[in-house]
């Protein structure tokens, strides 16, 4: 499974193609406009951001609501389809300086159109179709913002998807003073089969693969799986997860995550976890000084509109790299013709993990 | 560039093969050797380790003590390739579960000799080849220990490379207990030029590949860019880098490096700061509970001779590491012919990015 | 340099996206629609194929005019949107089998519906930037027909592109008989630099990536590079082109071009030849016998109509393959930014390769 | 599935290494080397070629004569590891001018080591590993010459793989006048399961992954599948071949072959037929003229040791290429973690293919 983005920020629309995707699976463009609605209202967004809606065309892939083993391909419209003017003075924090002497040009909006974050809308939507078709099989991916500038959620990771009120009066509160905010989210996915990924080669280790996926999320800086950071203080004796077996339903499970259902590059079949810290946005009030790469003097960069906070918005965005990282790995796995097959194979294989092994190596 | 290395632990070697590799960069056993070393004699490693050598035979690519633009291979032979014995228990922490499964063997040993640490080696062997190439461009990657269990060195990144007096004496107390430690370890590459990576496309984002590169390595459960986490709690009007000019040499610069010397995908001219934790390797004493794969039952996993600390270590892979995500990006920047014809397009790139832009978009 | 296409023959529209292709190329939708009309009008087709236009949209990766290195994107709606009716008859020569088991379906037309050839249109319009970019440094792809059915063009490869009257002829008598007709076309790059492809993995010889685009054509079943089948009656003496040197301004040239450009997977200097062979389409009149996929009893695939010969059509969608394989080696060669550094750098290139060599290895 | 080779011809050994390829697949060394004796024995080999043997060492992806799922490397020492001596004069129709000035030497038998067709001992020992798992799943594949110069066989395909006797003295006539020879093989897959490659995407096509093989073999220069250019001259209603089913055992088949066991970019499972097509050896006595790469003045190519012809080598080398082809989509279609794994699914799809659907659209 691959897939590519285009599409600029105030440009025409955005397009996405999804390749390698299988059969059988069912789609609305309701459904995708749904998870859209999800990423755009969330909270600590620009009041424009929050009244529009975005709608989806599904321009091929699809027949009778079903895919067919067909490329996917999307296209969201821009309501919002005039360019940024063009600008001189790169804004720090952005793309603009890097890219525009990558790319050759002055005019830094050329860069920030594409740079923009507005991209991640048609990873959203593509990720939809994974996101079905890993909840056909029982899997689930749930994100939550646990962190707010200095605002911590301290509940764990039951899955509750509502952000704290205290987090509100921060956005709010940073929106008034025209300041952006950073944070923290976390992705968790549930009834992820035993043995995605692995440990041979070291291009297809799944930490590798999310860390590709989450890292390449704009503003992103910062990544852990399981307890993360807090593994680093721990002794050998107190980090693992001990093996047990079930004898009812689960066969092998774990009474302890901390290694956030990886192990070695595979999952191991406990709840896979994933936070991600982001920079807050470049856009505040007072951002530091730049210049003008025309004429390499000081200068301020424009007043830039901006959400205040990209994390409650991210969380749904992690949702869907997660999803993508998943599905590619058990596409892998289990070949990628059509959801039957597939379907099929991961029963068989699920009942496999089930009971001990009789065959000896 | 692309590079795949195979072998197991105690097998008959380990055998790399790099690909896309420039001609006319030098080379020599020796300098391999001693990148091995580094690796090898870091502190906290078991006795048996840190006492013997690696000796790499170069198979390929080589005239003359230059590369010639075939493909690399590297062949360190194992002087310790009597197998592991087998075992059926796997142990928490480690590939075994997941692995024996997914290739269907009950004897976990099999697995664990894929999986191991060993298999690292390797890579801080092909790494030499980019290593020089940056080398030779005067870019510089290094390592160093930030925190080992509870003990972190407050310096800052100024590139010291020296062991923390506290560190070692918790590396000595652990290895008396039989416990192993995780920790924190930087990477700092110095003089990469402006421009790698790319903004466009979610795949060719420099982040995106560092994470790829960085969450591959065993053990590695964290990562961050710049001041990674720290960001998260930012206000936006602190948490950016102001962009100013010096006429005299360096071009384009930034008082501050918060971002970590990546902006939007790309490297934006400044030191390139990243930082990743590990945690405690698995084979402490006293580990915890696991079950025999063929019984389902209860069982201890055998006792596993294993370092006290990988971090020491992980701090010369990380190197390699980063070596391997910037020569692969400069590479895409500016073709991979030969050294000769890189060298005079990168100063030219740099010579391009110290003035201001005539041309308009 | 990559691109994914996606859309069915009858669905809403075909969309292509090509990413990592460099900043500042001039691109018109009217340039890209005057090839899908070169394409479209080519002698052989059906009546409604030649009576209608293609429109495309450029929705990404244009600015003012030029390209800006972001993923281009493109959408050629389809006029002609009625999906073909079900049937559960495949048509033998088409996809429609081994797809219709392959992704499930008892109804072949979905499957046809994305292994038309109607995708090659989007090839075509894709291609449009690498030829625009091959042109920009005094690259040309011209492809013309060289056999119709029976009748062979025996004029040489002097680049006219004039369908041969006798085979207008055949064309014609074979419409009027319901009849389809295979043949051959070839392709000519001139201009191309020597050193494109490399010679030291499989993978990267351009022989194996020009053998991967024309043998992807629907219809295709052979190949020839330069003299091709007829080298293999040849004497080794004679078979080989030899090495002079011309003063005044080509450098290295050979006087004859047995090996068509390539020798040792990359480009020699001379000009690039491949020819290619298809066969005739399935939707000739009195097809041979089928079954019914639900029923597994014989039965005849619905009548279904077609074009006469696509020969003359794929002669422009050689063109294509030919630059877009051209391209993505000249971008591995120089770098893939803009167009002014990549100019710049095939310019140094050209001029060293004129000259004796200075270096010794 | 995916592979790298490197090493010298006359370096000190060749090194492959082999990624993605199951556990459970069993393999000796003898088996490898009886594949590479095949290879090297082939009439029209030199004389020092024919006396020697390849010893072959397996240094990853074994334990106890069965692959694991982690990556294979093998190892084949050059016997006759001497270097060739420098020279700066460029062989016409082979990689040396291009690559000298590619990677910058004016020694161009630093080009040639790599460039030249001893590589294909390496494809050939790789290949032993799909052509055993195809094997385990009742696929075949045999290659054949079909042609040396201007002997053609006119026997069918029905796999003897002997030598036509004519084709034994057209030969030794040759190589007695110190003269080299092209011509023709062809290899064949007998048992390949229908629906391997897709129709979905231009790169999936196995027609363009068999093209990007065959294309990438050192001296081809045209490709044929199934009637290949014989179809260029068909008409529609003679070259397709009837879909019929067979009550018994086979469920569907054809009772032509004319496609050659594709179409529509999948295979149909009928005899999978390809044949390629190579030019005489450059090292023919008489070589024509070529220049001093130093002064730029012209001069004698140095008289080169060369095989006769390199076809019935080649016709090995085929069937080496057709396994890693086939089995690279076998693995995509079905997953490639245990071969275990992947035989029911192979033998659950088999049957599925043979009775009608019950699934509608």
Same mark, same amino acid.
């Given at each position: 499974?691959?897939?590519?983005?285009?599409?600029?920020?105030?440009?025409?629309?955005?397009?996405?193609?999804?390749?390698?995707?299988? +059969?059988?699976?069912?789609?609305?463009?309701?459904?995708?406009?749904?998870?859209?609605?999800?990423?755009?209202?969330?909270?600590?967004?620009?009041?424009?951001?929050?009244?529009?809606?975005?709608?989806?065309?599904?321009?091929?892939?699809?027949?009778?609501?079903?895919?067919?083993?067909?490329?996917?391909?999307?296209?969201?419209?821009?309501?919002?389809?005039?360019?940024?003017?063009?600008?001189?003075?790169?804004?720090?924090?952005?793309?603009?300086?890097?890219?525009?002497?990558?790319?050759?040009?002055?005019?830094?909006?050329?860069?920030?159109?594409?740079?923009?974050?507005?991209?991640?809308?048609?990873?959203?939507?593509?990720?939809?179709?994974?996101?079905?078709?890993?909840?056909?099989?029982?899997?689930?991916?749930?994100?939550?913002?646990?962190?707010?500038?200095?605002?911590?959620?301290?509940?764990?990771?039951?899955?509750?998807?509502?952000?704290?009120?205290?987090?509100?009066?921060?956005?709010?509160?940073?929106?008034? +003073?025209?300041?952006?905010?950073?944070?923290?989210?976390?992705?968790?996915?549930?009834?992820?089969?035993?043995?995605?990924?692995?440990?041979?080669?070291?291009?297809?280790?799944?930490?590798?693969?999310?860390?590709?996926?989450?890292?390449?999320?704009?503003?992103?800086?910062?990544?852990?799986?399981?307890?993360?950071?807090?593994?680093?203080?721990?002794?050998?004796?107190?980090?693992?997860?001990?093996?047990?077996?079930?004898?009812?339903?689960?066969?092998?499970?774990?009474?302890?995550?901390?290694?956030?259902?990886?192990?070695?590059?595979?999952?191991?079949?406990?709840?896979?976890?994933?936070?991600?810290?982001?920079?807050?946005?470049?856009?505040?009030?007072?951002?530091?000084?730049?210049?003008?790469?025309?004429?390499?003097?000081?200068?301020?960069?424009?007043?830039?509109?901006?959400?205040?906070?990209?994390?409650? +918005?991210?969380?749904?965005?992690?949702?869907?790299?997660?999803?993508?990282?998943?599905?590619?790995?058990?596409?892998?796995?289990?070949?990628?013709?059509?959801?039957?097959?597939?379907? +099929?194979?991961?029963?068989?294989?699920?009942?496999?993990?089930?009971?001990?092994?009789?065959?000896?190596?």
């Amino acid at each position: 499974m691959r897939y590519l983005t285009a599409g600029e920020s105030h440009g025409e629309a955005l397009v996405g193609i999804l390749e390698g995707f299988p +059969a059988g699976v069912g789609m609305t463009a309701a459904y995708i406009e749904r998870q859209l609605l999800r990423r755009r209202k969330a909270w600590g967004r620009s009041g424009r951001q929050r009244r529009e809606t975005d709608t989806v065309r599904i321009l091929g892939g699809l027949h009778r609501g079903a895919t067919t083993g067909a490329p996917i391909a999307l296209l969201i419209a821009n309501r919002d389809a005039r360019p940024l003017s063009a600008s001189a003075v790169p804004l720090p924090g952005h793309a603009d300086l890097a890219g525009a002497l990558k790319y050759g040009f002055s005019d830094v909006s050329i860069v920030r159109e594409r740079a923009s974050a507005r991209e991640t809308a048609m990873r959203v939507a593509l990720a939809c179709f994974p996101r079905r078709l890993l909840g056909g099989l029982g899997i689930t991916v749930a994100g939550r913002v646990v962190r707010i500038g200095d605002v911590v959620d301290e509940r764990d990771s039951s899955g509750h998807g509502n952000l704290h009120e205290a987090m509100r009066r921060e956005l709010d509160s940073a929106a008034a +003073a025209g300041e952006t905010l950073g944070g923290e989210f976390e992705v968790v996915a549930r009834g992820v089969p035993l043995g995605l990924g692995s440990c041979v080669q070291w291009d297809r280790r799944l930490e590798g693969k999310i860390g590709a996926q989450f890292m390449s999320l704009n503003a992103v800086k910062a990544l852990e799986i399981g307890a993360g950071f807090g593994l680093s203080g721990s002794k050998g004796s107190a980090a693992q997860d001990a093996i047990c077996r079930d004898h009812s339903r689960r066969g092998f499970y774990r009474p302890t995550n901390r290694s956030g259902g990886i192990e070695g590059g595979m999952t191991n079949g406990e709840l896979l976890v994933v936070r991600a810290g982001m920079k807050p946005l470049p856009g505040a009030a007072g951002n530091c000084a730049s210049l003008d790469l025309r004429t390499g003097r000081t200068a301020s960069p424009r007043r830039y509109r901006s959400d205040t906070c990209a994390v409650p +918005a991210a969380a749904v965005i992690g949702e869907s790299l997660l999803a993508l990282a998943l599905a590619d790995a058990l596409l892998e796995k289990f070949g990628s013709d059509s959801f039957q097959e597939l379907k +099929a194979r991961v029963e068989s294989w699920r009942q496999q993990c089930r009971v001990p092994l009789r065959r000896s190596a």
